[in-house]
Protein backbone atom coordinates (compact mmCIF):
# COMPACT_ATOMS: atom_id res chain seq x y z
CA UNK A 1 0.00 0.00 0.00
CA UNK A 2 3.11 2.16 -0.60
CA UNK A 3 3.35 5.20 -0.52
CA UNK A 4 -0.07 5.63 1.77
CA UNK A 5 1.14 2.65 4.12
CA UNK A 6 4.31 1.30 4.64
CA UNK A 7 5.90 -2.58 6.36
CA UNK A 8 5.57 -2.20 9.81
CA UNK A 9 3.28 0.64 10.47
CA UNK A 10 0.23 -0.27 12.97
CA UNK A 11 -3.09 0.21 12.36
CA UNK A 12 -6.12 0.56 13.64
CA UNK A 13 -8.96 -1.73 12.00
CA UNK A 14 -12.89 -1.28 12.26
CA UNK A 15 -13.68 -5.00 12.50
CA UNK A 16 -16.64 -6.26 11.39
CA UNK A 17 -18.80 -9.17 12.70
CA UNK A 18 -19.03 -12.32 10.35
CA UNK A 19 -20.90 -11.45 7.40
CA UNK A 20 -21.80 -7.46 8.11
CA UNK A 21 -18.18 -6.31 6.59
CA UNK A 22 -19.46 -4.40 4.16
CA UNK A 23 -16.91 -2.00 1.60
CA UNK A 24 -17.05 0.50 -0.71
CA UNK A 25 -14.75 1.32 -3.70
CA UNK A 26 -11.68 2.87 -2.06
CA UNK A 27 -12.22 1.48 1.45
CA UNK A 28 -8.54 0.50 2.62
CA UNK A 29 -9.59 -3.44 4.22
CA UNK A 30 -7.84 -6.80 5.65
CA UNK A 31 -8.42 -9.51 4.34
CA UNK A 32 -7.15 -12.81 5.42
CA UNK A 33 -7.33 -14.88 1.87
CA UNK A 34 -7.38 -18.73 1.96
CA UNK A 35 -5.56 -19.09 -0.66
CA UNK A 36 -2.92 -17.40 0.93
CA UNK A 37 -2.79 -19.32 3.94
CA UNK A 38 -4.64 -16.80 5.93
CA UNK A 39 -1.57 -14.04 5.84
CA UNK A 40 -3.27 -10.78 6.04
CA UNK A 41 -3.33 -8.38 3.05
CA UNK A 42 -4.45 -4.65 3.14
CA UNK A 43 -5.35 -3.84 0.17
CA UNK A 44 -7.98 -0.68 -1.65
CA UNK A 45 -11.63 -1.63 -2.85
CA UNK A 46 -11.80 -1.62 -6.48
CA UNK A 47 -14.81 -3.52 -7.20
CA UNK A 48 -17.92 -5.14 -5.28
CA UNK A 49 -19.80 -8.18 -5.34
CA UNK A 50 -20.92 -8.51 -9.56
CA UNK A 51 -19.66 -5.69 -10.90
CA UNK A 52 -17.72 -6.43 -14.09
CA UNK A 53 -13.54 -6.96 -13.55
CA UNK A 54 -10.57 -7.65 -15.72
CA UNK A 55 -8.31 -10.21 -14.12
CA UNK A 56 -5.36 -11.09 -15.67
CA UNK A 57 -6.52 -10.06 -18.88
CA UNK A 58 -10.06 -12.11 -18.79
CA UNK A 59 -13.27 -10.43 -18.58
CA UNK A 60 -15.63 -11.71 -15.67
CA UNK A 61 -18.47 -10.52 -13.00
CA UNK A 62 -17.63 -10.48 -9.42
CA UNK A 63 -19.65 -13.49 -7.15
CA UNK A 64 -22.48 -12.37 -4.50
CA UNK A 65 -19.93 -12.55 -1.87
CA UNK A 66 -16.41 -11.96 -3.74
CA UNK A 67 -14.18 -8.34 -3.60
CA UNK A 68 -11.59 -7.43 -6.36
CA UNK A 69 -8.73 -5.66 -3.73
CA UNK A 70 -5.95 -4.04 -5.95
CA UNK A 71 -2.54 -2.41 -4.01
CA UNK A 72 -1.72 1.51 -4.44
CA UNK A 73 1.80 0.38 -5.66
CA UNK A 74 0.45 -1.56 -9.33
CA UNK A 75 3.77 -2.73 -10.23
CA UNK A 76 4.84 -4.33 -6.65
CA UNK A 77 1.62 -5.47 -5.14
CA UNK A 78 0.50 -9.18 -4.33
CA UNK A 79 -3.64 -8.46 -4.76
CA UNK A 80 -5.95 -9.90 -6.56
CA UNK A 81 -4.74 -9.62 -10.01
CA UNK A 82 -2.21 -12.81 -8.32
CA UNK A 83 -4.53 -14.45 -6.40
CA UNK A 84 -8.16 -13.65 -7.51
CA UNK A 85 -11.05 -11.95 -5.83
CA UNK A 86 -11.47 -12.41 -2.03
CA UNK A 87 -14.82 -13.87 -0.67
CA UNK A 88 -16.46 -11.75 2.05
CA UNK A 89 -15.69 -14.06 5.02
CA UNK A 90 -12.43 -13.53 4.13
CA UNK A 91 -12.40 -9.93 5.04
CA UNK A 92 -11.61 -8.93 8.96
CA UNK A 93 -12.69 -5.25 8.07
CA UNK A 94 -11.77 -1.73 7.22
CA UNK A 95 -8.67 0.39 8.52
CA UNK A 96 -9.61 3.54 9.64
CA UNK A 97 -6.40 4.71 11.81
CA UNK A 98 -2.87 4.85 11.68
CA UNK A 99 -1.34 4.94 14.41
CA UNK A 100 2.08 4.67 14.39
CA UNK A 101 4.79 6.28 12.74
CA UNK A 102 2.31 9.36 13.34
CA UNK A 103 -1.64 9.19 13.98
CA UNK A 104 -3.66 9.72 10.96
CA UNK A 105 -6.96 8.93 9.86
CA UNK A 106 -7.41 6.93 6.54
Known amino acids: MLPL ?7 LLRAEP ?3 CA ?5 IVVACPERLGGAP ?10 EPVMISDQARTLGHDEYLLLG ?9 RTV ?5 RELLGRVWLRLWPALRVL
Open 72 to 80: DNASDSLDS
Open 41 to 50: LIKRVAALPR
Open 18 to 20: AGG
Open 84 to 88: GPVRQ
Open 5 to 11: LRPGDVV
Open 23 to 27: PRHGD
